[in-house]
C-alpha cells in the first residue's frame, strides 16, 4: 500500500489522531505522523501504539534535527519525509496553519514539509475550526490564495466558501479539500467547523492512495 504522512495541529479535533492513525493503519499503510506542539495537547502519542525502532509513529519539531548541533550529513528530517511519503493529509488543519501553508511560513516540521512537498503527490487538507474562523474573510482569502498557486488553468473570477471543495477538485485536483462540518463545537458554538469525520477522511486517503499506485506506481507495497 501507499506510505502516508499524517500532519496534525492544534485544533481539538486533534483527539480523534489515535483513530485516524488506526484507520489508515487497518487500510495497510505505513503511517508517520507530524505533529505540532499544540497538537500535542489534545492526544497522548502512546495511543499509537508502541514506538517502532526506527522511531515514529510520532514525530515533533524536536525531533527534526538530530544532536545538540547540526553535523554535516546529519539527515534533513523535513526533506527524507517528503521523499518518503506518497501521500501527505492535514487533519486537523487548523487556521494557524492554513495561514502559514498559504503564506509559505515555515516555523516547524509540519509547516516545513509542505513548503518542501513535491505536489505531483496528494496533499489532503481537513480544515477544522470555530465556525466564525471558518466564515471569516481571511479564511477565504487564504484559501483563495493556496489554490492559486497549485492551479492548473484559469480560475473564476471569484467564489464563496460553499464551494471551496468542488472548485480544488476541478482545479487543483491533486491538493484536495475535505470541507468541515456542521455540528456542535467544543468550545459549544453550533455550526460549521468541526472537522470532517474520520471514516470520510480514511476513504479520502484511499482512493487517493489506490489512484497514486495505479498511475506513478508510488505504492512501495
Not at 32 to 51: K, N, S
Not at 147 to 161: K, N, Q, T
Amino acid at each position: 500500500m501507499a506510505r502516508i504522512l499524517l500532519g496534525v495541529t492544534g485544533s481539538v479535533a486533534a483527539i480523534r489522531t489515535p483513530a485516524l492513525f488506526e484507520a489508515l493503519v487497518g487500510q495497510g499503510h505505513e503511517v508517520r505522523v507530524v505533529a505540532t506542539e499544540p497538537a500535542l495537547h489534545f492526544f497522548d502519542p502512546c495511543a499509537l501504539g508502541p514506538v517502532d525502532p526506527s522511531g515514529g509513529p510520532l514525530f515533533r519539531d524536536a525531533d527534526e534535527w538530530a544532536g545538540d548541533r547540526y553535523q554535516r550529513d546529519d539527515p534533513v528530517l523535513h526533506i527524507a519525509f517528503r521523499q518518503w511519503a506518497d501521500l501527505l493529509i492535514v487533519a486537523p488543519l487548523d487556521a494557524n496553519t492554513l495561514a502559514k501553508f498559504t503564506l509559505g511560513l515555515s516555523d516547524n516540521f509540519l509547516t516545513c514539509v509542505f513548503r518542501a512537498w513535491d505536489f505531483t503527490r496528494p496533499v489532503i487538507l481537513a480544515p477544522a475550526m470555530n465556525t466564525l474562523m471558518w466564515q471569516s474573510p481571511v479564511t477565504l482569502r487564504h484559501l483563495r490564495l493556496l489554490l492559486s498557486d497549485r492551479a492548473e488553468g484559469a480560475l473564476p473570477d471569484s467564489w464563496e466558501l460553499d464551494a471551496a471543495a468542488e472548485i480544488f477538485a476541478r482545479h487543483a485536483p491533486r491538493l484536495v479539500l475535505v470541507p468541515p462540518q456542521a455540528k456542535r463545537l467544543a468550545c459549544g458554538d453550533v455550526g460549521v467547523g468541526a472537522m470532517a469525520e474520520v471514516a470520510v477522511l480514511a476513504e479520502t486517503v484511499r482512493l487517493w492512495a489506490s489512484t497514486t499506485e495505479s498511475t506513478e506506481g508510488l505504492g512501495h507495497k
